[in-house]
């Protein structure tokens, strides 16, 4: 909902009044599904002070100087659905908490981190507002919505705001602590196929798609299927090259050389034209192509000595450069490389041509994101290289129309993968399965890549682990290609969720009991069971950890655990308040009641209705598939039923319960009841009994610690996973 007035005549602000800076009270990292979002979100509370009586309408000049900064305002929907709305809403009147909400949004999008979502919220405090904005990244998050503050009150104070350096300041964090392009295609390509992932390292690419035992990891375009041997032999072009030939595909001769003596000894034997690259290098770096005399060779390679230890010199193979990416032994995506040129206008430096024609591509930059690195003299010596050969120096003012070759192993940036011969795609993947990558970067030389290499003298020059996925997925010419949704059905197969049965448990009082005995039953019913709840932390009911390190984090430590089956979580009220749940969505969500609304305050929760929105939130993340287990004995929780995607199962210990009837009156509806001293399931026409609570172990727990409700919450998770009733039986009988 967002914030907005009617007009109304209040007395406008006097040209020359500056109005005090809003503060930020505090700020949160929402890292799971929250009160706002299923995402990662940044919450911060702030204090307009005397901003409260001065709705954006009428602040002189506040609405156009704000658009003029950032017009992309214009596109924004807001609550009316359709665009524009958010500046009808800034012509109608709205308050700066709104408008924040909104700019930071729209300085994420222009650095380059896309967020849609945010909200807006009054508390119960005058001039106090809840002001949330989904991110992708906390700290670009929580510096977008602190810069949002300051350019609202530059606008309001007509005062100066350099938006583009904010949005640049906001690029080099997105550079420092954001998934780069490759693996955030991955994880996008993941959550459309609904499979959750972990970021296992806050500012790096090594990520966890699934949960516990049905986890995968990434990083970058590794996965925890590529072998380090692999890796290791991709590192070494000379030992690639003789296992490649050995099995009979085509490469070029050459051979690996200690200083440049042996460089151009080598190339004597090799023949000429000759190649001279780093062994270990990638992108291109440090390779010099169509070398014909000593100066040449030399010079090459005191370039690619730069770039590695180990040089090689190759006999130069005629044609195109292509780099072909093989996934799961399939080509999925290929490019054709560009040669490099600048065209001379009679006036002009080369330097100034290559940064009017190549560095201005907004294609090219220094950082992850650009698929195109930027051509840099006289640092470059590739470049030098090329221009030496041409009789020029970077303050050569070349003849006008004179076309200037810059680089020969030019930018892969056409789309081709179309046009790859079935056999060229063969001898790639078969080059991947020799080094042994499952994922690899192929890169080929030939004259037309639709025909066979064989009948051009074409060949494999080297096989990449890693390999960089922009260029495929931001070709400069032609269709980017899905190869985020390749690497994930190589990884997860078709029909893998990557998910394992997970247990949500919050309410009121009790909570730690229901999550213990319900990890019990699951562990007695053959799961690897982990278990984080105020308790500590379990593995198969065994502690392993005392002092809980917060319940979020121990929540997530379960999910990483790789030998992890179930997994139960508690979380209380003010944890998903203060960092959100630790899981995206779960099967079961236990909700045991609601409690008072007191110890809240500091989030401004004061009434019941709030405490339903923070409690609803264990409902709103239960999947399609899987049950809400909710108390109905407390009627504020059994009104969560309306807001879970699956089932419901009630439990009470009222056997003529109000909602019974009509509840199993639905084909999934259950209702779990005490009758005659019997735990009894009720179902859509049909009765199971479950457990006698005269049993000696069973009596001894509900008087030793374990209310009934408590036990009844617990028996109705482990049957809302479709655990059989005798195995639940049996496993609290057994409960130590």
């Not at 499952?438 to 890169?443: H, L």
Request: with cysteine; net charge negative.
């Amino acid at each position: 909902m967002s914030l907005s007035v009617p007009r109304f005549d209040l007395a406008p602000s006097t040209p020359d009044m500056k109005h005090q800076p809003i503060q930020l009270l505090r700020i949160n990292h929402l890292r799971g599904p929250s009160i706002w979002t299923y995402h990662q979100a940044v919450e911060v509370l702030i204090d307009i002070g005397a901003l409260e009586d001065c709705p954006s309408h009428i602040l002189p000049g506040f609405t156009d100087r704000l658009l003029a900064w950032l017009p992309g305002l214009h596109e924004h929907h807001c609550g009316l659905g359709y665009r524009g709305g958010f500046v009808e809403r800034l012509r109608d009147g709205t308050w700066p908490g709104h408008i924040m909400e909104h700019v930071s949004i729209e300085l994420q999008n222009l650095a380059g981190l896309p967020s849609a979502f945010g909200k807006a919220r009054s508390t119960d405090q005058r001039g106090v507002y809840k002001v949330v904005v989904r991110t992708g990244q906390k700290q670009v998050g929580i510096r977008a919505l602190t810069d949002a503050r300051d350019l609202v009150m530059a606008a309001i104070n007509d005062e100066p705001f350099d938006v583009a350096a904010c949005v640049q300041q906001l690029k080099t964090l997105i550079e420092l602590h954001a998934m780069g392009p490759s693996t955030r295609a991955i994880v996008e390509a993941a959550t459309q196929r609904k499979i959750p992932h972990i970021r296992l390292i806050d500012d790096g690419n090594l990520v966890q798609l699934g949960y516990g035992a049905k986890q995968r990891r990434i990083w970058t375009a590794e996965t925890d299927r590529t072998s380090a041997i692999a890796e290791g032999i991709s590192k070494d072009k000379e030992l690639t090259k003789e296992l490649l030939k050995s099995c009979g595909v085509p490469t070029p001769e050459g051979q690996e050389v200690d200083n440049a003596e042996e460089a151009w000894e080598a190339a004597q034997d090799i023949g000429f034209p000759v190649v001279v690259k780093p062994s270990d290098a990638n992108r291109g770096r440090g390779v010099v192509l169509n070398l014909h005399t000593r100066e040449q060779v030399m010079a090459a390679y005191e370039i690619a000595a730069k770039v590695s230890s180990y040089v090689m010199v190759e006999r130069m193979v005629q044609g195109e450069e292509h780099r072909l990416l093989i996934v799961g032994n399939k080509l999925v995506a290929a490019v054709r490389g560009e040669l490099s040129y600048i065209t001379a206008d009679g006036q002009s430096t080369v330097a100034q041509l290559v940064e009017a024609q190549i560095n201005s591509d907004p294609r090219r930059g220094v950082e992850e994101h650009f698929p195109l690195n930027p051509i840099l003299l006289p640092q470059n010596g590739k470049v030098m290289l090329e221009l030496k050969r041409q009789e020029l120096e970077p303050d050569s003012v070349p003849e006008a129309g004179r076309k200037i070759l810059l680089e020969r192993n030019g930018v892969l940036s056409q789309d081709i993968t179309d046009l790859v011969h079935p056999s060229v795609a063969e001898l790639a993947a078969l080059a991947a399965r020799i080094v042994g990558l499952d994922i690899a970067g192929v890169d080929v030389v030939a004259t037309d890549i639709s025909r066979p290499l064989e009948a051009q003298g074409g060949a494999i020059i080297e096989v990449n682990a890693g390999p960089g996925l922009l260029m495929h997925l931001e070709p400069a010419v032609g269709q980017p290609r899905p190869v985020g949704e390749a690497i994930v059905e190589h990884l997860m197969g078709p029909d893998n969720s990557g998910r394992i049965p997970v247990v949500g448990i919050s309410g009121v009082e009790h909570t730690t009991a229901v999550a213990m005995l319900t990890g019990w039953l699951l562990y007695r019913a053959g799961y690897t069971t982990g278990l984080a709840c105020n308790a500590g932390m379990y593995l198969q009911m065994d502690k392993i950890e005392t002092a809980s390190p917060g319940e979020w984090e121990s929540g997530q430590r379960i999910l990483m655990n790789r030998t992890t089956t179930a997994a139960v979580i508690e979380s209380s009220p003010r944890s998903i308040l203060e960092n959100g749940l630790a899981y995206d969505r779960c099967q079961v969500g236990v909700v045991t009641g609601l409690p008072e609304p007191v110890g809240l305050e500091d989030h401004h929760i004061h009434s019941h209705e709030q405490m339903r929105t923070v409690l609803r939130t264990q409902i709103d993340v239960v999947l399609p598939t899987g049950c809400a287990v909710l108390n109905a004995d407390d009627a504020a929780c059994a009104g969560l039923a309306e807001l879970c995607d699956g089932s419901v199962l009630f439990y009470t210990v009222n056997a003529d319960h109000e909602l019974r009837a009509e509840h199993c009156a639905q084909e999934t509806g259950r209702f779990l009841v005490v009758r005659e001293q019997q735990i009894v399931l009720l179902g859509h026409q049909t009765e199971t009994p479950v457990m006698d609570l005269r049993h000696p172990v069973v009596e001894r727990l509900l008087q030793q610690h374990l209310p009934l409700p408590a036990l009844l919450a617990a028996v109705g998770a482990a049957l809302a996973l479709e655990m059989d009733p005798a195995l639940v039986r049996a496993g609290v009988e057994t409960a130590e």
